[in-house]
């Protein structure tokens, strides 16, 4: 078996030493996150360090930046200059603060309104999907979308079963507008 210190790896041995599968191996060179790979004369792939310390950096990377990001920087630090590799470092911190920072402010918006005190309802409070939409700021199918996921679920009036959003129901969209828009991603509701 290769260990990290020998000159030439097979495709098993950079898949076990970088703690993924035999397919990554071969999807992260055939994307260009590993330098090209020399070939025996059977056709059988030689690896190296190189391409090994490039497995476990996409690796590590992937955990914070996410693999798309993950791959950029990769192939960046085999072309570019180490500038433009920093560049895309920076780049990459830059938007997780941001993702970071929406994020929180979206938890700290849905708990103010969340904190709303829902007094006093008339039946005359309620509002339609159009009326929420625009109140929101959203498309009327988004509002159905998140009824039929059973994220906000409003009143049914009869005779045709209009929607109508009862104020603590406009406040449920509220949140989960806010948190949307944040990048959270919110499962549905289970039977």
């Not at 990290?4 to 060179?29: F, I, P, W, Y």
């Not at 904190?115 to 309620?126: G, K, W």
Request: charged content about 25%; aromatic content about 4%.
């Amino acid at each position: 078996m290769a260990t990290l210190k020998s000159s030439a790896m097979r495709t098993v041995d950079v898949a076990r030493h970088a703690g993924c599968s035999v397919q990554q191996v071969r999807n992260l060179e055939r994307d260009g996150v590993l330098p090209p790979v020399a070939r025996t004369p059977a056709g059988y792939r030689i690896y190296g360090e190189v391409h090994l310390r490039s497995a476990l950096a996409y690796g590590a990377l992937a955990v914070g930046t996410g693999p798309v990001e993950a791959k950029r920087i990769v192939r960046a630090a085999h072309r570019r200059p180490a500038s433009a590799v920093l560049a895309l470092f920076d780049a990459a911190h830059a938007r997780l603060d941001r993702e970071r920072t929406d994020l929180r402010l979206a938890g700290e918006a849905a708990e103010a309104i969340s904190a709303e005190p829902v007094e006093d309802v008339r039946p005359s409070d309620s509002m339609s999907v159009l009326e929420l939409a625009v109140a929101l700021g959203v498309r009327a199918s988004t509002l159905r979308h998140w009824d039929a996921e059973g994220l906000v679920v409003p009143d049914r009036v009869p005779p045709r079963g209009r929607r109508r959003y009862s104020p603590a129901q406009a406040r449920d969209a509220r949140i989960v507008h806010q948190l949307r828009g944040a990048g959270y991603r919110i499962a549905p509701c289970g039977p």
